[in-house]
């Protein structure tokens, strides 16, 4: 795949991820003309992003690729998910990884103890993604 602009990251705090949001959905505009495709893309990037903000750690990176047919965006932080204060590892406080289920077409969550990443990839089935 190729990467759409550099990968970019962020602190960890609600308007960087408003931001980080935003520049996704300008990222995927260069190859995706359906506007409800960067709904989804926007949407998904949300809910990822909002996951590593508040239950990751360190800086947020996030990138996005293309292979000229499916969109990739990826979300990683530097640490794994945080215990809620039951001391339970919590994944999803909410509706990020339903939704992510529900509209990306291949989507992972990769844990480690060093490093967090999920990512998802939206197609627009047998048609090229076309420029906007």
Do not use: Y
Not at 46 to 72: F, K, M, P, Y
Not at 97 to 106: H, M, N, S
């Amino acid at each position: 795949m190729e990467r759409l602009g550099e990968p970019f990251g962020f602190a960890g705090d609600p308007a960087a991820g408003r931001r980080a949001r935003r520049t996704v959905r300008e990222l995927a505009a260069k190859v995706v003309a359906r506007e409800d495709l960067l709904d989804d893309v926007e949407l998904m990037s949300a809910e990822a992003i909002a996951n590593a903000v508040l239950h990751g750690s360190g800086t947020i990176t996030v990138t996005v690729e293309t292979d000229g047919r499916r969109l990739r965006v990826e979300v990683s932080d530097e640490g794994p998910v945080r215990d809620d204060l039951h001391g339970r590892r919590r994944l999803d406080h909410g509706r990020g990884l339903t939704v992510i289920d529900a509209l990306a077409d291949e989507w992972s969550l990769d844990q480690t103890p060093h490093r967090t990443r999920l990512w998802f990839v939206l197609a627009q089935g047998d048609d090229p993604l076309e420029p906007a």
